[in-house]
């Protein structure tokens, strides 16, 4: 079930990028007088490096074209909508 190479990867990257739409859905933006909560997500295939990065505070990040791109899809998408290329 699922793992790395899955052949459903894309199915499920979908699949979670319109629950994230979902559950977001109804919350109220605190201090915005009622407004919802809206997300853009980009969703992007391809070869990533990923690691910890830092001593003080070390998080675990992702490098490369790949991400770049979701993010750049995500930063022009519209509220609410799920972009893929």
Do not use: W
């Amino acid at each position: 079930e699922g793992g790395a190479g899955a052949e459903d990867h894309a199915a499920r990257v979908a699949a979670m990028a319109l629950d994230m739409i979902d559950h977001v859905r109804g919350i109220e933006r605190p201090g915005a007088g009622g407004a919802s909560l809206q997300i853009r997500v980009g969703v992007n295939s391809g070869s990533v490096v990923a690691g910890v990065v830092g001593k003080k505070m070390p998080r675990y990040c992702f490098f490369g074209d790949t991400v770049n791109t979701a993010s750049r899809m995500e930063s022009n998408g519209f509220p609410m909508a799920v972009t893929v290329s």
